[in-house]
C-alpha cells in the first residue's frame, strides 16, 4: 500500500497514512519515509501503538540509536527513553530546543510515541530551521554563516533539577565530564538536502564564539527569537498512540507544558547523526 502524505503547513509537517510502524519497514517503505522527512521536516502517525520494542526497531531503521544520560528510559529497551511527568521533572522541554545538541554528533531525528496524555493540553511545537534561515537578509546569513557557537548540555539539565540525591550528584557529575561543553556551527548545511538551517537553541547553546560577551547575548537573543516566528512553526495536538518522527538536523521543538498537574507519558527514541558542518 503506498503512504499517502498530506502536507500541513508551507513550512513543515505532513500527516502520513498507509504504513504499520509496528511492522517490520520493506526497503521502498523505508526510502519513502525518508524522502518524506526530508521534504516536510517532521512527519505526524496517527494510530500506531508501538511497544519499545517495535519503537526502536522502527527509529533503528534510519541509524544508529543513542542511550540518553540523564532521562530514565524502558529497562528491556534503554535505547527508549521516558518522559512521564510522574516521575520526572521535564520543564527542560518547554523551551525551544533541539536535541543533545551537546554531543559531538548531535541526533538526526527522534520518533515520538504518546503513551498517556492528559484531557487536554500537552501540544508540541516545531520549528523549520531552514525557512527561519532562508528568511534572513543576505547580509545577516552571511555573517552567521562564518560563526560558531558553545553547546552546554548543563543549561537544560541544571544541577539543582538532576543532582537532588546523594546518587544523583554523583551520576550528574559523571555526565558533565562525559558531555563538556563543545562548538557547532551556528549555520548547519543539511548532509543529505544541502539547505542550510540556524543551528542554534535556546535549550543548549551558550554563546557565539567569536563574539565579545554583550554582543553574542543580542545576536542570540534575536535569532532565538526569530526562528520561532509563527511563519515557521506547527503545532500538533497529540492523541493517543500517535507517532511523530522528526528530522533533528533542521528542526527545533517546543512541549508545551500546560497540564499539570494531569500527567503526561511519551516514549522517545533518538537517532545518531553526523559533526554538523
Partial sequence: MPLHITPLSPALGAVVSGVELRDALSDSTQQA??????DHQVLFFRDQPLTPQ??????????????????PNVPEQPEVLVLDTAITDVADNAIWHTDV???PTPALGAVL??????????DTLWASSSAA???????????LDGLTATHDFTRSFPLERFG????????YHQVQRQHPPLSHPVVRTHPVSGRKGLFVNEGFTARI???????SDALLRFLFAHATRPEFTIRWRWQANDVAFWDNRITQHYAVDDYRPARRVMHRATILGDVPV
Fill in 33 to 38: 519515509i525518508a524522502q518524506a522527512l526530508l
Fill in 54 to 71: 517495535q519503537q526502536a526497531r522502527f527509529a533503528a531503521r534510519f541509524g544508529d540509536l543513542h542511550i540518553h544520560p540523564i532521562y
Fill in 101 to 103: 545538541t551537546f554531543l
Fill in 113 to 122: 510515541a504518546a503513551k498517556q496524555l492528559p484531557a487536554f493540553g500537552g
Fill in 133 to 143: 534561515y532562508e528568511a534572513l537578509s543576505a547580509p545577516l546569513q552571511q555573517l
Fill in 164 to 171: 537532588t540525591s546523594a546518587d544523583a550528584l554523583e551520576r
Fill in 209 to 215: 564564539n567569536e563574539l565579545a560577551p554583550a554582543e
